[in-house]
């Protein structure tokens, strides 16, 4: 059978990217389907997480303003499963370009930023899952959203958004590590940063240089961020609410010199995800595009 085809206008770099895009997206997913030990592992993470955090340390642990220290917490675990994304495209990048697929890749016809894009994209569908399978453990641990629909969803376009942009992080360090091995090796190191944040525990008592280093964490201004917009324990409302009630002036001073992430959590994390993707998206194509010279 011969294919007759009509000479035309060629597909635009945009449509060529889409395409090619979704088409490696799709195979990334049918990768992880291959793969059930990882998805099983993606989805135990959460529900770990809760329990260990939320029973183990809740016990020891004093909400700033009062509160249930679980309803405290899920806004940082949230966030730790943010920067999960950084760590599993890394890997994932890491393991293509050394077995050779990442050359098999570059020898195709496919846009130049396919590849990164479809690692990146297939990382924001597969943490739907795991962000829904996190949230339903929340709320059977007792955590509820108290500021309406609105403002919950926004907190998650937020969550999405920064781990998106966390991805090209990953993609720009896969290719720079090259190597599978070496790339699992470096995935503990990401644990540092968050846990260096007031993800787990209120960094009043912290040391002046440790609490800005904390404070000033991505991390800490995407969790900050979504207590904010959930509301309750740890939010600036329960904390204001909680310094007027009582008449802690000292509370109230200590908010007044909160560091600007914190303070401003969500214009924040808008910014973190601007920088990285200004920073990320342009090195990441470079370093596919130079692949291999």
């Given at each position: 059978?011969?294919?007759?085809?009509?000479?035309?206008?060629?597909?635009?770099?945009?449509?060529?990217?889409?395409?090619?895009?979704?088409?490696?997206?799709?195979?990334?997913?049918?990768?992880?389907?291959?793969?059930?030990?990882?998805?099983?592992?993606?989805?135990?993470?959460?529900?770990?997480?809760?329990?260990?955090?939320?029973?183990?340390f809740g016990s020891a642990i004093e909400v700033p303003g009062g509160g249930d220290y679980r309803e405290y917490l899920m806004p940082g675990l949230f966030a730790m499963v943010v920067f999960t994304a950084a760590q599993g495209v890394m890997t994932r990048m890491a393991a293509d370009a050394s077995r050779g697929v990442m050359d098999r890749f570059r020898s195709m016809p496919t846009a130049r930023l396919a590849v990164p894009f479809a690692q990146t994209g297939a990382d924001a569908v597969t943490g739907l899952p795991l962000l829904a399978l996190m949230v339903g453990a929340g709320l059977l641990v007792g955590w509820r959203p108290h500021r309406g629909?609105?403002?919950?969803?926004?907190?998650?376009?937020?969550?999405?958004?920064?781990?998106?942009?966390?991805?090209?992080?990953?993609?720009?360090?896969?290719?720079?590590?090259?190597?599978?091995?070496?790339?699992?090796?470096?995935?503990?190191?990401?644990?540092?940063?968050?846990?260096?944040?007031?993800?787990f525990v209120p960094t009043d008592g912290m040391p002046a240089w440790l609490r800005l280093v904390c404070d000033w964490n991505p991390v800490s201004a995407i969790t900050a961020a979504a207590r904010n917009l959930f509301g309750g324990p740890g939010s600036q409302t329960a904390h204001a609410a909680h310094a007027a009630h009582t008449e802690q002036i000292a509370n109230t001073a200590h908010h007044g010199n909160m560091?600007?992430?914190?303070?401003?959590?969500?214009?924040?994390v808008l910014l973190w995800s601007a920088g990285l993707l200004l920073v990320f998206v342009p090195l990441s194509v470079r370093a596919h595009t130079r692949w291999g010279r």
């Open positions: 059978m011969t294919v007759v085809t009509t000479p035309g206008r060629r597909p635009s770099a945009i449509v060529r990217l889409f395409g090619d895009g979704l088409t490696l997206i799709g195979r990334e997913l049918a990768r992880l389907k291959a793969e059930p030990g990882q998805i099983v592992a993606a989805l135990l993470f959460p529900v770990v997480m809760v329990v260990l955090f939320g029973y183990v629909v609105a403002l919950t969803a926004a907190a998650f376009l937020l969550i999405v958004l920064l781990r998106y942009a966390l991805g090209w992080l990953g993609v720009y360090l896969g290719l720079l590590v090259k190597d599978e091995r070496l790339a699992a090796q470096l995935v503990p190191l990401f644990l540092p940063v968050t846990m260096l944040s007031n993800a560091a600007w992430p914190v303070e401003h959590p969500v214009i924040a």
